[in-house]
């Protein structure tokens, strides 16, 4: 098999290999590595239903990731895909009210983030060796709250690299900023920033795009690498769960061999509902490709208008993960609909950081015919908490709730009864707070340990050892700066 190349969005840097590709991260010229071709399956639905995780992790990333032997890929799967996680099935798919949600949180900081964190730090140290690099690599990474956790468990301790997230004070949940100030392990440097996401991730970016930075980390040993949803080695291993539902859905005999399902799935940087749509292009019967928004509805405006347009409020939710106004990841759809074509997807995005705001041409809307685009607001969100547990006794997370409410929307509006698979992101003890109150206000007064308990015994759902954890754990980070200062505290953590 010939070698599968990776190229940027923006058409400059070249064609490099997968391996080359995770360890960069970001291309160059500040694109996306997009693969030259996306691949097929290699084995039929029903080959499919008969595979354990792992197994379909390693037949749809080989697809991928073609300059990896297999003894290499399937070492870092049987790595990242172990007792890490709760159960065997590593992403159970649980029925409620009629739809399917694929419980993508029980690794080990309960949120779907763990499905490629888990396995990116071995994809990262495997393509290092394979290219003959020395340097320690040092992952720099922006949160919205549960990327943070999921890439310093990940990293932490791994021997040649070094981990620095940076996440918006104001802007995460308190369980969520506990789990990443509390991370133990001596690579790993937590820092808060005053300001939101986007100027935590324009941050980084900025940070990549320092030449002169990155020759002074080059003469002190290190190099930087992204553990951001745009570095393809978390793309690729987020493909594998929509290959492995499908299979799961054949083999209970919900679906009929080759039957479409619909996809639904809570959005904020487009990485996981990418995923799904490069599954679907990988041959999986993925009908509509169902993208949920919160208030923070951009891309409900991008796909109901074709105008993506951030110059808005930024709105705090309760789905924070979801809190974003510039998605990275839908430069590679918006590359994709432009037929390939490099040079408008960079016109398009040098309007976007210019002016926040660029509109695609009647042609490449009517290539986003696979996709539908909805948006729940606090309300909604809230109701479908309560109204989903007093029906069937599930509780699901926030995040959760957001696609569980817009599919019912995309249901009621278009008729389209396929079975839908909703992605379920997050567990309820991530987001306890808000989902303990969407299901009744007068959980609001009480303590936070407490209301897990509470959630605990209304869901039957034991307590997670990732929050059972931190009840105690010593706050070991507490360092908070200006966005401006980012870079210094970065140098300051390397002593350079
Ligand atoms: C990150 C995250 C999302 C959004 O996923 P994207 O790939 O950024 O679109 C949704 N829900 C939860 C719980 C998350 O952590």
């Keep these: ?21 995770i360890l960069k991260g970001l291309a160059e010229d500040g694109g996306l590595y997009v693969p030259e071709k996306l691949p097929k399956l290699s084995v039929s639905f029903e080959e499919l239903a008969g595979l354990s995780y792992q197994e379909t992790a390693y037949v749809v990333m080989k697809q991928f990731l073609t300059d990896f032997t297999e003894e290499e890929l399937r070492s870092c799967i049987a790595r990242a895909y172990d007792d890490k996680f709760d159960t065997e099935e590593i992403v159970p798919i649980k029925e409620a009210a009629g739809v399917y949600y694929l419980e993508l949180f029980h690794g080990a900081t309960i949120a ?3 499905m490629a964190l888990s396995i990116l730090p071995h994809l990262m140290v495997t393509a290092a060796k394979k290219n003959q690099v020395r340097n320690e690599i040092v992952v720099l990474t922006a949160t919205s709250g549960d990327t943070g956790k999921a890439a310093l468990a990940g990293f932490a301790d791994v021997p040649g690299t070094r981990i620095i997230v940076f996440y918006p004070k104001d802007g995460v949940s308190p369980i969520q900023e506990k789990q990443m100030v509390t991370q133990k392990g001596k690579n790993t440097f937590v820092v808060g920033i005053h300001g939101n996401f986007d100027d935590a991730q324009n941050g980084v970016k900025k940070i990549f795009r320092d030449k002169e930075l990155s020759e002074e980390l080059k003469e002190h040993g290190f190099q930087f690498s992204s553990a951001n949803s745009i570095n393809i080695g978390r793309l690729v291993p987020q493909v594998v769960y929509y290959a492995y539902a499908y299979g799961q859905l054949l083999k209970k005999g919900a679906v009929s061999s080759g039957e479409e399902i619909n996809v639904t799935v809570p959005t904020g940087n487009f990485g996981n509902i990418l995923a799904a749509y490069y599954a679907k292009l990988l041959g999986v019967p993925i009908g509509k490709l169902i993208c949920a928004s919160n208030e923070n509805k951009v891309l409900y405006d991008f796909f109901n208008t074709g105008a ?6 930024f709105i705090l939710t309760s789905s924070p993960s979801m809190d974003i106004l510039i998605s ?3 430069e590679r759809l918006v590359y994709k609909i432009a037929g390939d074509d490099a040079v408008k997807d960079a016109s398009l995005m040098k309007e976007l950081s210019e002016k926040g705001r660029y509109e695609i041409t009647d042609e490449m809307r009517k290539e ?17 908490i309560k109204n989903l547990y007093e029906k069937t006794g599930y509780v699901i997370d926030t995040h959760t709730a957001v696609a569980s409410c817009v599919y019912g929307k995309y249901r009621a ?6 079975k839908a698979l909703i992605a379920s992101t997050a567990s309820p003890y991530k987001f306890t707070r808000s989902v303990m109150k969407a299901i009744d206000e007068k959980y609001n007064d009480m303590e936070d340990f407490a209301l897990v308990d509470v959630l605990s015994q209304i869901s039957g759902v034991p307590v997670p050892p990732a929050i059972e954890e931190i009840r105690t754990a010593p706050v070991l980070h507490k360092t908070v700066c200006e966005a401006s200062a980012m870079k210094d505290i970065v140098k300051q953590f390397l002593e350079i």
């Design 413 to 418: 509006e278009t008729g389209d009864g396929k």
């Design 112 to 114: 779907f983030k763990d």
């Design 368 to 384: 986003l015919a696979d996709f539908y685009g909805a948006f729940a607001d606090e309300k909604e969100t809230a109701a479908e």
């Design 328 to 330: 990275s990841n839908l």
């Design 308 to 313: 993506y347009d951030r110059n808005r409020k």
């Design 1 to 21: 098999m010939s070698e599968l190349m990776y190229g940027s969005t923006r058409g400059n840097g070249g064609k490099v290999t997968a391996s080359q590709a």
